[in-house]
């Protein structure tokens, strides 16, 4: 049988990762976290103290390698995946992801990974930009109370200290960059299901996602 393409997007909150993953294991089919890797070019500009603003300080990325394998996200071997959730990777990243410098770099990865390969890849253009005929196409929404009040559990769950008004207004924030950007906005493609998951279980919508994958593939 062909392969299939699952392309997830939403914004921040929306529960993208945690589906994909969900929809991974029952699936057995490879999952992967573009956003991880947005983090990851985030990290690594920061580590070198790049000016973030100038797309030129980005041609560090013809020469490193970046991988993403298992679920981890690596540049030059080095496993990154616990230091890419970091407060200063989440504020800049958004303003790393609009540079068509960055994005083409990273697209070129990601459409390589999905190469005849049946895929959960999650994001902001995956349907629209990454995999534009993917089988089938989700936009996850939530309302933003429900959204922060998520990411403050897994903050709690973490021991980190926060405050869930500074998480409302870093996440807006981080959403209005995200879906005005020139380059790739999030948006949602005109052949994507919504789905408002804001008084949904994540087994619900994981269901719903595994019934649309049953039902296109018959
Ligand atoms: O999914 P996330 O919150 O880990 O993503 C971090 C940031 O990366 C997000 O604010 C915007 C950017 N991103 C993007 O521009 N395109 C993607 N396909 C995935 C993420």
């Known amino acids: 049988m062909e392969q299939f393409h699952v392309a997830i997007d939403g914004p921040a909150g929306s529960g993208k ?13 490879q999952h992967i976290d573009t956003g991880a890797m947005y983090r990851a070019v985030t990290y690594w500009a920061l580590k070198l103290n790049l000016n973030l603003a100038d797309e030129n300080s ?7 390698d970046i991988k993403y394998l298992n679920n981890k996200v690596f540049i030059n071997d080095i496993d990154l995946s616990s230091v890419i959730r970091s407060d200063d990777v989440t504020q800049n990243v958004s ?7 960055v994005r083409k770099k990273l697209v070129e990865i990601q459409q390589n ?3 005849n390969k049946n895929i959960i890849m999650d994001g902001r253009d995956i349907g629209t930009v990454v995999l534009p005929n993917a089988n089938l196409k989700i936009f996850l929404t939530a309302n933003i109370k429900v959204r922060a009040k998520r990411r403050y559990n897994e903050k709690l769950n973490n021991g980190q ?39 949904l279980s994540i087994r619900q919508v994981v269901e719903k996602i595994i019934e649309m994958i049953e039902r296109r593939r018959k």
């Open 17 to 29: 990762s945690t589906i994909s993953q969900n929809v991974s294991n029952e699936t057995g089919w």
């Open 58 to 64: 980005y041609e560090f990325l013809n020469k490193i």
């Open 95 to 101: 303003l790393v992801s609009k540079f068509s410098f």
């Open 113 to 115: 990974l999905a190469k």
């Open 161 to 199: 200290n926060v405050n869930l008004d500074e998480l409302i207004n870093n996440i807006n924030t981080r959403d209005k960059k995200d879906s005005s950007r020139i380059e790739s906005p999030l948006k949602i493609a005109d052949d994507a299901v919504i789905i408002d998951t804001t008084y």
